[in-house]
């Protein structure tokens, strides 16, 4: 029996969890969740919105299942997803974009996993503002060669063992010649350790641009906070949106598995969020764990439901049903093998 801790999060993450949980359940892994809370509607009935006893729960058991954390925009608290990452040192952001049957069909090959740097750069929160009126603010990247020497090599590690060919760097040296610069100096030097492993670098935007282009030249990516968050976004566009990519938070201690997307205010309580998302991201969680076995099951129900019942699917990806109609429909189909 394994524990771990399950925050549903803000927005569609209550509605999300639940799916996921149902199909964990049903496909017979044994899982003692923790539950704990956070977020912005934990921050209005507690006022903290990372309670202590969240933290404690985290400390203690060490893998956390998350849903979407709202942030407020402008002003307000800090994001709560940053501090769990900085607060565990969970430095390897992990997110997978892979096409899957029936969906996004705009592309029908990508398999890209991107490795995002996930408690530096621009996220660390120093930002002020330079004068008194409040027309010119300032904001400071951090790089640090141990941090970047730690995700490339989770990067290429991965790219070794995984036996995929390819490690693409994605900076801005050109310009952030220290910061980014460092990251890429850093990335070659890690990457001459791997002569087993095809490694390249590439300008942020030139990045963008070929991954919309020509996407299954790409493999493993790396890159620094910033760029791996607005990339893994556009990745999940190549297959098919938000509501189909995954994403794992690996520290050397703790692991937090969590979809790529946010809370979906515009959605949420209507029944309409797309679970596959969380759900793949509890898949990676159920690799971390050992459970191959029932994250393939899973995965091969997953893929069944999308190729044969596609109409009980969530809109965001062209079916007519509801999150529990997925959920459902995918249960029966682990029953049903
Ligand atoms: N890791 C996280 O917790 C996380 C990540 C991103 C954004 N956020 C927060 O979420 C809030 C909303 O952000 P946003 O609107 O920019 O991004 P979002 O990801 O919540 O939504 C973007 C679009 O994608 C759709 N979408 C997202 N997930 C979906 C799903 N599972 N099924 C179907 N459609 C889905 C939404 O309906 C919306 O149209 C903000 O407060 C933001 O800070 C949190």
């Known amino acids: 029996m394994h524990k771990v801790v399950s925050i549903p999060g803000d927005g569609i993450g209550t509605e999300i969890t639940a799916a996921v949980k149902q199909i964990l359940e049903a496909a017979g892994v044994r899982i003692d969740w923790v539950d704990a809370e956070a977020g912005e509607e934990t921050y209005h009935r507690t006022g903290t919105p990372l309670p202590e006893e969240t933290v404690k729960a985290i400390e203690e058991h060490r893998v956390v299942l998350k849903g979407p954390l709202t942030t407020p925009v402008g002003a307000g608290f800090r994001s709560i997803n940053v501090a769990l990452r900085q607060q565990f040192d969970l430095y390897s952001n992990i997110r997978p974009a892979k096409s899957v049957p029936n969906v996004g069909l705009r592309y029908k090959e990508v398999d890209l996993v991107l490795f995002r740097e996930n408690t530096q750069g621009l996220y660390i929160g120093r930002e002020h503002w330079v004068d008194e009126a409040h027309t010119h603010a300032e904001s400071i990247a951090v790089v640090t ?13 991965h790219a070794r063992t995984r036996k995929r060919k390819k490690v693409t760097l994605v900076h801005k040296a050109n310009i952030l010649k220290l910061t980014t610069g460092l990251f890429l100096k ?20 030139n990045m963008a641009m070929q991954m919309v282009l020509n996407p299954s030249q790409f493999d493993v990516i790396v890159t620094t906070n910033l ?77 069944g439901v999308l190729q044969d019942e596609k109409e009980l699917c969530t809109p965001d990806i062209g079916g007519q049903g509801t999150t529990q109609s997925f959920a459902d429909a995918v249960c029966e189909f682990l029953v049903g093998e």
């Open 145 to 157: 060669e141990e941090a970047s020497r730690k995700i490339v090599t989770a990067a290429l590690e």
């Open 186 to 205: 850093v990335g070659r030097e890690v990457a001459e350790g791997y002569p087993d492993v095809e490694f390249q670098d590439l300008i942020v935007d």
């Open 227 to 303: 760029f791996g968050d607005i990339l893994s976004d556009l990745a999940s566009g190549l297959v098919g949106g938000l509501g189909v990519t995954g994403s794992a938070n690996l520290g050397d201690e703790a692991a937090m598995f969590e979809a790529v997307h946010g809370s979906a205010p515009d959605i949420a309580g209507k029944g309409l969020a797309n679970p596959v998302a969380l759900l793949f991201s509890a898949l990676m969680m159920l690799e971390y764990l050992g459970e191959h076995h029932a994250a393939m099951r899973i995965r091969s129900a997953v893929y």
